[in-house]
């Protein structure tokens, strides 16, 4: 339209974006593999994965200890990391980055918790001969379900079945854990993880005899 005397034409108002400027740069560069962005991500959302995790929790009459809440909130960030990142990369910008990871980890929250559900019902007698969880933490854990443990642990690689030792079978907390091992904290619950995946895929492996 032509403007007119007097009267100024301004242009159209640009399309509002719901991501800041400092989650658009911590976004790409954690994209880019930038150094030290990874742990940026982890400081800054770190905690919100945690609120979600024991607000989620507490939604389903559950209690969660520390190291239950850490375990989830690793769980959360493992899914932010796989398949190259496939997660991070499918952000649209339609929403803060905080409201679209706290949807992923909603989703990744109640998973796991609806799985430690059905891992604690009953189950008929016939089902107590069946291997046990690795995450099993009971204080009446039998010699046997260990030695099944200790023989998963077998298939790891040293520095994994340490870690898995540690917080699993000694209930070492994540600063314990960065004493001892010299790990960065936030780097143990992505790296606790991925061990007990590959324990998860080595218990379905058909067992020899």
């Not at 982890?42 to 559950?62: D, E, H």
């Not at 001892?180 to 991925?194: D, E, K």
Request: hydrophobic share 40%; charged share 25%; net charge positive.
């Amino acid at each position: 339209m032509a403007a007119t005397a007097g009267v100024s034409v301004t242009s159209p108002p640009e399309p509002h974006s719901a991501l800041p400027a400092e989650d658009r740069r911590l976004l790409e560069a954690c994209l880019a593999g930038s150094n030290g962005a990874w742990d940026s991500f982890v400081a800054r959302f770190a905690g919100l994965f945690a609120f979600v995790a024991s607000r989620s929790a507490r939604q389903r009459g559950l209690k969660l200890s520390a190291s239950d809440r850490d375990d989830l909130v690793a769980d959360v960030l493992v899914e932010c990391l796989r398949n190259n990142a496939a997660a991070l990369r499918s952000f649209a910008g339609r929403s803060s980055l905080a409201t679209y990871l706290a949807v992923i980890a909603r989703r990744i929250v109640a998973r796991r918790l609806s799985d430690v559900a059905r891992e604690s019902a009953p189950r008929p007698a016939e089902a107590r001969h069946r291997r046990p969880d690795v995450m099993a933490t009971s204080e009446t854990t039998q010699a046997a379900d260990r030695e099944h443990v200790e023989s998963l642990l077998r298939g790891l690689d040293t520095d994994e079945a340490r870690l898995v030792r540690l917080h699993h079978l000694e209930h070492r907390s994540y600063g314990e854990i960065s004493h001892l091992t010299g790990m960065p904290l936030n780097s143990i619950g992505p790296a606790l993880s991925r061990a007990r995946e590959k324990m998860k895929r080595l218990e379905h492996q058909p067992r020899a005899g």
